[in-house]
C-alpha cells in the first residue's frame, strides 16, 4: 500500500508568516530558535539554531467540536520551502524515538482503538496496518511525549 506523509499546507504556514491569528485568535508568537530541535511543520526540517521562528496554537481540524484537538506547533519565521505531500518519511519524523499514531475518519473524528505510539521507524508498518480499516480516512503523528501534532498520513 502506498502512503503520503502531509505537512502543514503551504497556504496555512503562508496565513501565520504574514501574522494571521493563530486558532486562539492569538498573532503568532516570535521566538528565536535555539538548539532544541524545534520542527517547522510546514517545511518538516529541523529551524536552525539562530532562527526566527512561530509559535502558534494550530487545530488541524475544519469544524470546531470535541474532537478537534489544539496544540502547539512551530513553523519557520520566514517562507520556507514546503514539504508537501511524499511517500517519504520525513526526516524530521526520524529526531524522535517514536510518535503517538492516531486515525479519523471521515467525519474528523478519532476512531477509538487506533490510537498507538510507535517507534519511528515503524511509521509506514503502523499506518499499512491501520489502514486496512476501510473507515479510516487519514491519520495524524503526534509527538509521544507532548501530543503535538507533527503531519498528516493518508492512503495513496
Request: aromatic share 8%; proline share 8%.
Amino acid at each position: 500500500m502506498q502512503i503520503t506523509f502531509t505537512a502543514l499546507p503551504t497556504e496555512i504556514a503562508r496565513a501565520y508568516q504574514n501574522g494571521a491569528p493563530d486558532a486562539y485568535g492569538n498573532p503568532p508568537e516570535r521566538q528565536i530558535a535555539d538548539d532544541g530541535g524545534y520542527q517547522c511543520r510546514h517545511c518538516l526540517t529541523i529551524i536552525p539554531p539562530g532562527a526566527p521562528m512561530l509559535l502558534v496554537a494550530h487545530r488541524p481540524f475544519d469544524a470546531l467540536d470535541a474532537y478537534a484537538e489544539t496544540g502547539p506547533i512551530f513553523v519557520c519565521a520566514d517562507a520556507c520551502a514546503g514539504f508537501g505531500s511524499k511517500s517519504t518519511v520525513p526526516e524530521t519524523l526520524k529526531a524522535s524515538p517514536d510518535y503517538l499514531v492516531k486515525a479519523y475518519g471521515a467525519d474528523d473524528r478519532i476512531i477509538y482503538g487506533t490510537g498507538k505510539v510507535v517507534p519511528a521507524e515503524a511509521l509506514i508498518a503502523r499506518a499499512t496496518e491501520v489502514f486496512q480499516d476501510p473507515n479510516v480516512a487519514y491519520l495524524h503523528v503526534r509527538s509521544s511525549r507532548n501530543n503535538c501534532y507533527q503531519a498528516r498520513i493518508d492512503r495513496g
